[in-house]
């Protein structure tokens, strides 16, 4: 029921779109006065490593400062998606302010990248690969997608509603995202490289990297394919400004909104995904109110705007 009304409302945000709903652009700056509260697993991770966000920021800040090489990766892949760059580094500032801990170097990535290369690496849940799971027949809707943004957001839909906190053919799933349980074998919640990229979101945005960068497309098969592409940092770079396009064009054509001129929220939608969903949850009750409803920036994407001028000066 759940993949139904979400499929049904992302049609509908789509089919309604008309004058009534024109495109706008979304004004730059918070809609919050405040900063919306950090989630307490942020707070426990950098209290136990007995630091705070604010020197947290610092060494990130500092380290995009005083890496000319890595602004100038970050502005070329930038221009490749036809993004602006600081939705890039909004989104690397918000990943290790609140999630990780910045490297003193670009090379640092390099040389932790390469720590897992030749390890052997599969996606999987209880013995069951995710190349398995994914044939069941509950997932036969998806067969044929086009693509593959298209095709694991269809998959995803499904694990939310036939599987997530069930159990289904006597065997019981976590109630948990789809890219916990099955995407990463380490630990819950565990991303990597310089832009934190889950491998889940890698497999999505495969297509759009591959024709845009030329990099080599993923499969679920080769997990460890898939941990190079976002431990490297030159690729990683590509998955980061994918997933940014990925999300102002959701957003524009679900939602009728234009959000490429507002890092916190496109920072925003990095740290939490899913804009196809949230996309046309907005577009739905921008109809119900009959006004203009705004997208809202959550304590990340607030970080970015609130220090915009100070990023902005970094490229």
């Known amino acids: 029921m759940r993949r139904l009304l979400t499929s049904l409302l992302i049609a509908a945000a789509v089919l309604t779109s008309a004058p009534a709903f024109a495109m706008q652009v979304v004004p730059p700056g918070n809609r919050h006065a405040e900063q919306p509260d950090v989630p307490g697993a942020s707070v426990r991770r950098t209290k136990g490593t007995k630091t705070s966000f604010d020197r947290k920021y610092e060494k990130v800040h500092d380290l995009l400062a005083s890496d000319h090489e890595l602004i100038a990766k970050i502005k070329k892949v930038s221009a490749a998606y036809g993004i602006d760059p600081i939705h890039v580094i909004g989104a690397i500032v918000g990943e290790h302010t609140y999630n990780v801990d910045a490297y003193d170097r670009l090379q640092s990535y390099y040389v932790k990248a390469a720590s897992y290369a030749g390890e052997s690496f599969r996606f999987a849940y209880n013995g069951e690969d995710v190349d398995d799971f994914i044939k069941r027949p ?178």
């Open 138 to 315: 509950q997932f036969s809707e998806c067969n044929g997608k086009g693509d593959a943004y298209t095709l694991w957001s269809c998959r995803e839909d499904i694990w939310e509603s036939d599987f997530r906190g069930k159990t289904v053919d006597g065997k019981s799933f976590p109630n948990n995202r789809f890219s916990a349980v099955f995407f990463q074998p380490f630990y819950a919640g565990q991303t990597f490289g310089l832009g934190q990229i889950n491998p889940l979101t890698a497999l999505m945005l495969s297509d759009l990297v591959a024709k845009v960068s030329g990099y080599e497309k993923l499969n679920a098969k080769d997990a460890g394919s898939v941990y190079k592409a976002i431990m490297q940092p030159d690729i990683s770079l590509a998955f980061v400004a994918a997933s940014i396009r990925r999300s102002i064009d959701d957003y524009k054509e679900i939602a009728d909104m234009d959000i490429s001129r507002n890092p916190g929220l496109t920072a925003t939608l990095y740290n939490v995904g899913n804009s196809r969903q949230r996309a046309a949850a907005l577009a739905a009750k921008n109809r119900a109110a009959g006004e203009t409803v705004w997208p809202e920036e959550n304590y990340y994407g607030w970080l970015v705007n609130d220090k915009l001028d100070e990023l902005e000066r970094l490229l």
